[in-house]
């Protein structure tokens, strides 16, 4: 379990877990998937920040990279990209409009395009377990209904005749190519006029903030959905501020104020980041966020809520996770006139210098409790208005206690700067990581064993002077330092193999279970001597 760091303590064992991983010199376990917004590249990256695999989208139509990609758990790449449609509402930018799925060899398998003068497609999507996706859109409506709505007009851009909001849509793919929006949520629906905001914190307040950028409003960067709670969570970069609202059955549920499992429509049900948005103080309070996501399920404070905050005016970033409180049915408590709780992050990582991205960036949760956070554009000092730093970005893994286990650039060679958005993390154990890779599944519970192969997942214990491995008749294990030398080896005739490691130094190992040149489970152990 995560420590909370605004309390006090270490556990001993703990830090002493921390002292040896802080020698380690990368990711600790999985894989990092990214690709630079702008860029024809997307990478696979392993523990040893080698890319495994990559993908050239030089030769597809829509060539350039979006805000986002996934790895689908049929090996296949989900990115959005930038189409080359001249249709698209004024000033939607950043520019995308399309979602590719792209196999192994980089063929376009399917793609989907919404860019026309009312709606576009961009920054973040989600592929659900159904197929369908869920995306992002702007979605532009006239001065003239923004007011008819609740929205102030002293907010809207002087010069412009449209205000420019959102929609989140789920697409259901059609084969070959494009797809139908089967279901959609739009902010324009659930709007409260200034003098009401403040006692429906379930809607937005009309009032809430001026457009930027000639017209935006919104402008929403982040999405996930949780399968098993029917719940998508984004955030807004010009708001700042996450909400959560229902996929409710209908869309349109989604439009109303009612029904539902959560028994309000598509109204919010949580939000944080910024109380004053709907007339609350004394909490903490966000300036710019960044790739909402879930905590997965597997992982410590599964179900909590992550994101990076930029922290624009503090020129000092952070990465906060929060959990919501909720009741025995599940739905989120608030208490009427008071902050959505809680009052302070439930974690916090909050490096004093030397973590800051004004722009962009993500962190995510690994399954062993530690984070991956990323900087798309590192800088020690706040760049010009207007201006991107040119520099690689910056990845990093650090352990609940907020200790930094492995810090590097990520970069692409021959490129001048490598700048994902928002990047990927997946354990080795991911299906889509074996299928793209072609590693052996570790146990299917519906085939025989063949002989010679794992009948279970492999297990490690360490005992004083030796590491036990379980579960590894006919297979090579071997210990390797971080550099790839190896340092013990041994075939496996019987299930348990123990090997000595009285003769290493304290430092942390590979431990590989290989058949033939097939690397088939891999973990990162310490070793203490």
């Known amino acids: 379990m995560k420590k909370n760091l605004f309390s006090g303590g270490v556990a001993s064992a703990a830090l002493l877990f921390a002292m040896l991983v802080s020698k380690a010199s990368a990711l600790s376990e999985g894989y990092i998937l990214a690709g630079a917004y702008g860029g024809s590249t997307t990478i696979l990256m392993d523990t040893a920040g080698t890319a495994v695999h990559t993908w050239d989208h030089s030769g597809l139509t829509n060539r350039l990279n979006g805000y986002s990609c996934y790895l689908l758990p049929n090996g296949n790449l989900l990115r959005t990209s930038q189409t080359n449609s001249t249709r698209v509402p004024p000033n939607a930018n950043p520019k995308q409009g399309a979602i590719d799925e792209v196999d192994k060899s980089g063929k376009l398998v399917w793609t989907y395009t919404l860019a026309n003068d009312s709606m576009m497609l961009h920054h973040d999507m989600k592929a659900l377990a159904g197929g369908n996706i869920l995306a992002i859109s702007f979605y532009s409506i006239s001065k003239t209904r923004a007011q008819e709505i609740g929205i102030d007009p002293a907010l809207m851009t002087i010069g412009t005749n449209f205000l420019l909001g959102e929609k989140i849509i789920e697409i259901k793919p059609r084969s070959p190519s494009g797809g139908d929006i089967v279901w959609e949520w739009c902010i324009f629906d659930h709007i409260a006029k200034q003098e009401e905001a403040a006692a429906h914190p379930e809607l937005i307040s009309g009032h809430i903030v001026s457009s930027l950028w000639q017209g935006q409003w919104v402008h929403l960067n982040g999405l996930d959905y949780c399968e098993a709670n029917k719940l998508i969570v984004f955030s807004s970069r010009i708001f700042s501020e996450l909400y959560v609202i229902e996929r409710t059955e209908t869309a349109e549920l989604a439009r109303g104020h009612t029904g539902g ?259 088939i489970f891999y973990r990162m152990i310490g070793i203490v001597n």
């Open 261 to 519: 499992t959560y028994g309000k429509g598509g109204d919010i049900l949580y939000r944080w980041g910024k109380p004053g948005n709907y007339g609350g103080s004394g909490a903490t309070t966000i300036d710019c966020l960044h790739s909402t996501t879930w905590v997965p399920e597997g992982c410590p404070g599964a179900g909590n809520i992550m994101f990076f905050h930029n922290n624009i005016a503090a020129i000092r970033s952070q990465v906060i996770e929060v959990k919501p409180p909720v009741d025995a049915e599940g739905k989120f408590i608030h208490e009427s006139g008071k902050p959505f709780e809680p009052e302070t992050p439930t974690w916090l990582y909050a490096p004093t210098s030397d973590f800051y991205s004004r722009f962009m960036s993500s962190a995510i949760h690994m399954p062993n409790g530690n984070i991956v956070a990323h900087e798309t554009f590192p800088t020690k000092t706040q760049p010009a208005e207007g201006t991107i730093p040119q520099t690689d970005s910056r990845i990093r893994e650090v352990d609940p206690d907020g200790k930094v286990v492995w810090m590097d650039t990520l970069t692409l060679k021959g490129s001048m700067g490598f700048n994902p958005a928002k990047i990927m993390y997946y354990p080795s154990s991911y299906e889509g990581v074996r299928k793209l890779l072609g590693l052996t599944p570790v146990h299917d519970a519906n085939s025989k064993t063949p002989a010679g192969s794992l009948s279970s997942h492999p297990s490690i214990h360490q005992t004083a002077g030796s590491i036990v491995f379980t579960g590894v008749r006919g297979h090579t294990v071997t210990l390797v330092t971080l550099q790839g030398k190896i340092m013990l080896s041994a075939d496996s005739g019987k299930d348990v193999l123990s090997l000595p490691t009285g003769s290493m130094s304290t430092g942390i190992y590979g431990a590989k279970v290989m058949k033939g040149n097939r690397c």
